[in-house]
């Protein structure tokens, strides 16, 4: 307890003498338990000075026979290297000894600290592997980190191209017939977690999983299910032989299996085994938490993508489950299931809209109504009934609260400026909104009277009622607020369209799900509709035709630096537009007549035929600036280019945030930008790649 208390305490450095003198006499103890401890307090409390004096003891007790002690200075080892990391590399040949115990904890620490002091030397750390793989290791403790580096080994190593085998493969497969549970499944899951791993590879391991599926104990089956899992994902037709042993844990007493398993079965199955699965989980589900639901909701998405045929008894078994008691986020799931199956499965959307409608005329959450509603006006006018969804509407008028009315109004104004036939009986109904005792829903329904019943002007008012904005609306919120200061009028052709590049971090945020309500349409036809929208709004690239593809944003300056650019390149049949996203990363400075010189010397086939320089580029603001090259038709034309940032510096006082009127003009080297044949080459998505493969 005093050793607890004292590094607990951690004294100064006045006081901190008195201790260490103290405890270097327990180091020095003939009791083990004292002088593991004092090891333990000192390394915590002393300063790189006085642990080259102790550096000696250290060393010693790292090969001491008790292994208590030994243990001690191994883990105190592994805590100083992050402080103190010159005087713990002086002590690798002992470690490299220690690693060699036959007590397992201190096996354990002493190869994760050589690990860690060799970790920034490859070389160092693949003749570690090498050496230890040979079956110099007793502790599973340690023979799992063994295995986590030999993964890490074999991810950095390339296999060998003639015969496809993997460096070290073979010493995982062995783990797989070890005696201790630990090392067989980290070896298991080392090889499904393998770079391109293939069928023949994962065979051994998805064996053992296997087994692991009928164990007593429920932390292995749990790990084997969740690691079988994940290979669903990717191998789904590997996992095929478990689906026995994953049904029977259907009825497990732990709920994380039993979701698993049938996550795991929905990934795996058949199109003839859907319905004897949706049997077992109708009476699954209710007896399992609403965020366990929410995973099996999602499974179920999956596999209705994967099967369409089976649409119909899917989107039965979700609008029974959305008329159930659940939360906000377990209903919001099933929702935006629908609504994905709505839009990405055509035979689904007439009866998927009618379960949206039967919902919303029983929701409790009013965000869930409005998007629904939106979503209604943005499909129902598209149906080849139309009428059948005013009722549930218009319904929504009368018995929902006046945020679900407003929306109701928009939604019915939708179908009015969409179906001609519609119009006259959807305005007697707007005229009704008129006397709403909600200001919003009177001013809507004004609104859209007013404008859709203009003479000979209902085409013209469709787009600017119910057309997107072509702004960011974080461009145009950062706009607002720079503007309220300033006494001129606000110019909304001076809001950047292009949205400030994200980070990295979030730019690798992994496994984005299908986007349902509240959310844009999945993936690339908007990002292209976007680029079209910006690209045809500019004179000098507005004759240029229809856009073929844009690629993905291709860094030219290094992260920190002064200058954030970077370049999209956006395809047409006879030309290549740059689009040079710029930013302005240094507050005292504003950039104008912004332009991009392109040297396209070693680009034959390319020739400049216009540009567009950006006015004015503010601190933190981003801009675009535009560079336009004329190809030869229908011929992917490849080369390299080189670019040069010009622009006019300004200074801009801190104080008033005013600049001057003289600027300098400045230059600002970029990297090399090149156009490959891949930037010709489209992505095609089939939804159902069956009917697609049998029609080729």
Excluded at 299 to 327: D, Y
Excluded at 551 to 559: D, F, I, N, R
Excluded at 582 to 600: G, R
Aim: with cysteine; hydrophobic share 40%; proline share 5%.
């Amino acid at each position: 307890m005093v050793y607890v208390i004292i590094k607990e305490l951690s004294p100064s450095a006045d006081e901190v003498i008195i201790v260490t003198s103290s405890l270097m006499k327990d180091m020095t103890s003939k009791t083990d338990m004292y002088r593991a401890n004092a090891i333990r307090v000192l390394c915590q409390i002393t300063d790189g000075t006085l642990l080259t004096q102790i550096e000696r003891y250290l060393k010693q007790a790292i090969v001491d026979k008790n292994p208590v002690v030994a243990s001690a200075a191994l883990v105190s080892g592994i805590h100083l290297l992050q402080t103190n990391p010159e005087i713990v590399k002086r002590w690798s040949n002992e470690v490299q000894e220690a690693v060699q115990s036959r007590a397992a904890l201190v096996q354990f620490h002493a190869l994760a600290l050589l690990h860690q002091i060799r970790q920034n030397d490859r070389l160092a750390v693949n003749k570690l592997v090498s050496s230890l793989t040979r079956g110099s290791v007793r502790s599973p403790l340690a023979q799992c980190l063994l295995i986590r580096y030999t993964s890490q080994v074999i991810r950095e190593s390339a296999s060998n191209t003639q015969t496809g085998d993997r460096p070290f493969y073979d010493f995982l497969e062995g783990c797989l017939r070890h005696k201790a549970e630990m090392v067989i499944f980290e070896a298991a899951r080392a090889i499904t977690e393998l770079n391109g791993v293939t069928s023949r590879e994962l065979t051994p391991a998805i064996t053992v999983l296997q087994l692991f599926l009928s164990s007593t104990k429920p932390v292995l089956r749990f790990a084997a299910i969740r690691t079988l899992n994940k290979v669903a994902m990717t191998h789904p037709i590997a996992v095929t032989n478990c689906n026995i042993d994953m049904e029977s844990l259907i009825s497990d007493q732990n709920r994380s299996i039993a979701t698993l398993a049938i996550t795991t079965l929905l990934k795996t199955g058949n199109e003839s085994s859907v319905d004897r699965l949706m049997k077992q989980i109708t009476t699954f589900m209710s007896d399992i938490a609403d965020e366990f639901k929410i995973v099996v909701i999602e499974a179920i998405r999956s596999l209705c993508l994967k099967f369409p045929l089976k649409h119909r008894s899917l989107m039965n078994f979700l609008s029974n489950i959305l008329r159930e008691e659940g939360g906000f986020e377990y209903k919001k799931a099933i929702v935006d299931s629908i609504v994905i199956l709505i839009r990405d499965i055509p035979e689904a959307k007439e009866s998927g809209l009618l379960h949206l409608c039967e919902f919303i005329e029983d929701c409790e959450f009013t965000y869930l109504s409005t998007q629904i509603l939106h979503f209604l006006g943005i499909e129902g006018p598209k149906t080849s009934d139309p009428t059948k969804y005013i009722r549930y509407i218009y319904n929504r008028v009368h018995l929902e609260n006046a945020t679900v009315r407003a929306g109701a109004v928009s939604t019915l104004a939708k179908f009015g400026a969409m179906v001609d036939s519609l119009k006259p009986r959807i305005f007697v109904l707007l005229r009704r909104c008129l006397f709403d005792t909600d200001d919003e829903v009177r001013d809507r329904a004004t609104l859209y009277l007013n404008t859709l019943g203009a003479d000979g002007a209902v085409e013209d008012m469709k787009e600017f009622l119910f057309g997107s904005l072509d702004i960011p609306l974080v461009n145009l919120e950062r706009s607002l607020k720079n503007y309220e200061p300033s006494e001129e009028s606000f110019d909304i052709n001076s809001v950047p369209k292009e949205v400030k590049i994200q980070p990295l971090a979030e730019k690798k945020a992994p496994g984005k799900k299908p986007t349902g309500l509240g959310g844009p349409p999945p993936g690339p036809p908007s990002t292209i509709d976007a680029y079209e929208k910006l690209l045809s709004s500019i004179p000098e690239f507005a004759n240029f035709g229809k856009l073929f593809k844009s690629s993905a944003p291709v860094e030219l300056t290094e992260a920190e630096t002064e200058y954030a650019v970077n370049v999209v390149k956006h395809i047409f049949d006879g030309h290549v537009v740059f689009q040079y996203n710029c930013t302005n990363t240094i507050p005292e400075q504003l950039l104008e007549n912004v332009t991009v010189i392109v040297d396209a010397s070693e680009a034959e086939e390319f020739a400049e035929v216009a540009s567009k320089p950006l006015r004015s580029l503010p601190y933190d603001s981003p801009g675009q600036t535009f560079v336009a090259f004329e190809k030869p038709e229908g011929v992917p034309a490849v080369g390299k280019f080189s670019n040069m940032l010009r622009f006019i510096v300004k200074e801009v006082d801190p104080s008033t945030g005013e600049a001057e009127d003289d600027g300098v003009e400045d230059e600002y080297q970029l990297e090399e930008l090149e156009v490959v044949a891949a930037d010709y080459m489209l992505k095609v998505g089939v939804s159902n790649f069956r009917n697609a493969w049998e029609s080729m």
